[in-house]
């Protein structure tokens, strides 16, 4: 690389702080901060001896105890912030930075519903980011609105099923639905192997009838079986929705 062209990549990484901090005034933060949800402690058997070393890259774990199988949270909660927070969920391979910006730097859905007055809490899944740690809810929030994106949404259902805590859902692009026993309709076939409704009792299906509940999908997505494999997979999954939708209604 020239010096030329050194200058300007540097120039630019001096502006972008900039541009940054102009933002970021129009937004006040009263508290801010972060915590793990769930897990369990893992206990190694035998005496720990602090005598002993091998390496760095080989851990003496006898006798030692660690945290895993959490989920970590990250919040900010604005000046004068509304009622109820969002919780955000991420999708299948993905972690809540998703949420909070996008790869070319712009703000997430997070940081704008932020500047719009609502606390965000953005969660990373058990095994993903930043609660990778693993041996193979969110009760300390209170009343939210919980937010899941693509595999997100099956949890997402579940967590409003049980958790009276969750008072409104919105879901982008859900990957898996839930279904009253005896009412589960007929798998989706499909290039990615399709979609299937999960069967729950009618006394839990009842709770997500008295909710709000709203779920966005893209443009674009074939409403006939095609041989594009992205296509397919939100095709079986958008007429699934379809089905959960008309049983919520049907029952709520």
């Known amino acids: 690389m020239n010096q030329k062209n050194m200058k300007k990549i540097l120039l630019l990484a001096l502006l972008i702080p900039v541009f940054g901090m102009a933002d970021a005034q129009d937004l006040v933060i009263a508290k801010q901060g972060h915590f793990s949800v769930g897990g369990q402690t893992i206990q190694r058997p035998g ?3 602090n005598s002993k070393f091998v390496g760095w890259a080989t851990q003496v774990e006898t006798g030692q105890s660690y945290r895993a199988d959490h ?3 990250d919040f900010q909660v604005p000046a004068h912030a509304k009622k109820l927070p969002l919780v955000y969920v991420h999708g299948y391979g993905g972690s809540g930075v998703c949420w909070q910006m996008t790869p070319d730097g712009r703000d997430g859905f997070a940081t704008l ?3 719009r007055g609502y606390s965000s809490y953005v969660m990373d899944l058990p095994g993903r980011g930043r609660a990778g740690r693993t041996s193979a809810t969110t009760e300390k929030i209170g009343d939210n609105i919980l937010v ?3 595999a997100g949404g099956f949890p997402g259902w579940m967590a ?3 958790n009276p805590n969750v008072k409104a859902v919105v879901s982008y692009e859900p990957g898996g639905y839930v279904f ?3 009412e589960v309709p007929d798998p989706i076939a499909g290039l990615t192997g399709g979609a299937t409704g999960v069967a729950i009792p009618m006394e839990q299906f009842l709770r997500l009838t008295r909710i709000p509940i709203v779920m966005y999908f893209g443009d674009y997505i074939p409403e006939t079986p095609s041989e594009n494999l992205g296509g397919e997979n ?3 999954r958008l007429q699934m929705g379809r089905k959960f939708v ?3 209604n049907r029952h709520g």
Do not use: C, N
């Open 113 to 115: 519903m932020l500047r």
């Open 148 to 150: 899941t994106h693509s």
């Open 71 to 73: 989920a970590f949270v």
């Open 180 to 182: 009253p026993e005896g």
């Open 246 to 248: 008309e049983a919520i």
């Open 160 to 162: 409003a099923i049980q």
């Open 47 to 49: 005496t720990y001896d």
């Open 234 to 236: 939100w095709r079986v």
